[in-house]
């Protein structure tokens, strides 16, 4: 089956720092991933499209400059919080598509922002 | 007026009790339809495909309404393990996902 791994799964870091999350496709090849934010007690909200080789599609109100995405091969896309701050602390998913309307997700990575 | 909106809940109910799940969205073109089951600071899990004909999957029973945009989940002979949030999910196109915003359950002995 399609497997999706995402790391880190918890990450505390201080308010200005930027952190880096890895979304890889383990055994098929993902030309789309997608990123996902859930505040608590709140549904799964897109963020951005990552395209490989491509620039990613953020949906409105997501600033494309403080959450840089990156999809550099067909099997990882990376998201970067740049200067975190407390408000950024979130849930954040990645999926991925088989295209077959499969879809995996990410075991999620908790950013708790000090 | 969200595109995919469900009740929060949450639904308490007692094991063995059949308690019903419903959704609608907005979008009349969308083209694909899911239930995901997501437990407490976890991913989302695929739980079953909403087919217009209707589909079921052991204790599970989803259906969709397409006239009325309204898609619906039935679980019978609830378990304590059935406790989740699940989750209204929509293929809008372009295999982007819209998800509704959950809905409680919790499962008592």
């Known amino acids: 089956g399609a497997v999706v791994s995402q790391h880190p799964s918890r990450v505390i870091c201080k308010s200005g720092t930027s952190v880096k999350i890895e979304c890889r496709s383990l055994?098929?090849?993902?030309?789309?991933m997608f990123w996902y934010r859930q505040f608590p007690k709140q549904s799964l909200m897109l963020m951005a499209t990552?395209?490989?080789?491509?620039?990613?599609?953020?949906e409105q109100g997501v600033e494309k400059d403080k959450f840089l995405i990156n999809h550099a091969s067909l099997t990882l896309s990376t998201l970067t919080v740049t200067s975190a701050h407390p408000e950024d602390s979130s849930f954040y998913i990645c999926?991925?598509?088989?295209?077959?309307?499969?879809?995996?997700f990410g075991s999620g990575t908790r950013l708790t922002v000090v | 007026r969200k595109e995919v909106e469900q009740d929060p809940g949450p639904f308490n109910v007692p094991e063995g009790a059949t308690v019903a799940f419903n959704c609608t969205y907005s979008?009349?073109?969308?083209?694909?339809f899911f239930w995901y089951r997501q437990d407490c600071r976890k991913e989302p899990k695929l739980l079953m495909s909403?087919?217009?004909s209707g589909n079921e999957d052991g204790r599970f029973t989803a259906q969709l309404n397409r006239a009325s945009q309204y898609i619906s989940l039935l679980i019978r002979d609830s378990k304590l393990s059935d406790s989740a949030t699940y989750l209204c999910?929509?293929?809008?196109?372009?295999?982007?996902?819209?998800f509704g915003g959950g809905t409680r359950l919790m499962v008592k002995p």
């Open positions: 979008n009349s073109a969308s083209q694909s």
């Open positions: 999926s991925a598509s088989k295209g077959d309307y499969g879809y995996t």
């Open positions: 055994d098929f090849q993902a030309t789309t």
């Open positions: 990552s395209n490989e080789g491509s620039k990613a599609t953020y």
């Open positions: 999910v929509v293929n809008i196109g372009g295999n982007m996902l819209t």
């Open positions: 909403v087919y217009s």
